[in-house]
């Protein structure tokens, strides 16, 4: 049963920086176990992560700006229209608890008269 279960190999992809700052990819198949980071690869993944800490700070700032921006083309109602409004969602409100209440007391008298 050990014999049936095979190892299988990752593909790790390295990246081979010269000095014109030109990125290689080069792929090549390795243990899991067997793959180490070497330290120029350690400081240049650490350079990588305060990159895009910064990024993602910018795009949270930038979200925010957009919002911004948003609001500002937003066409708010007049007083007199928001009232106007109000005045209709709370009409609405009270019209559909008084049937909810109405259809509550008819259910309630119609099966008490059933059950008597």
Do not use: C, H
Request: aromatic share 12%; no cysteine; proline share 2%.
């Amino acid at each position: 049963m050990a014999n049936a279960k095979k190892k299988k190999a990752a593909k790790v992809t390295t990246r081979v920086v010269e000095s014109g700052d030109t990125v290689v990819p080069k792929k090549q198949k390795t243990d899991k176990k067997s793959v180490k980071v070497a330290p120029k690869e350690a400081q240049i993944s650490k350079k990588e992560n305060k990159k895009s800490a910064k990024k993602s700070k910018k795009k949270k700032i930038g979200y925010f700006k957009g919002a911004w921006i948003e609001l500002k083309q937003v066409r708010w109602s007049d007083r007199k229209s928001t009232w106007g409004m109000t005045f209709a969602v709370v009409l609405f409100t009270l019209f559909f608890v008084v049937l909810i209440l109405l259809l509550d007391a008819g259910f309630k008298y119609l099966f008490d008269f059933i059950i008597k």
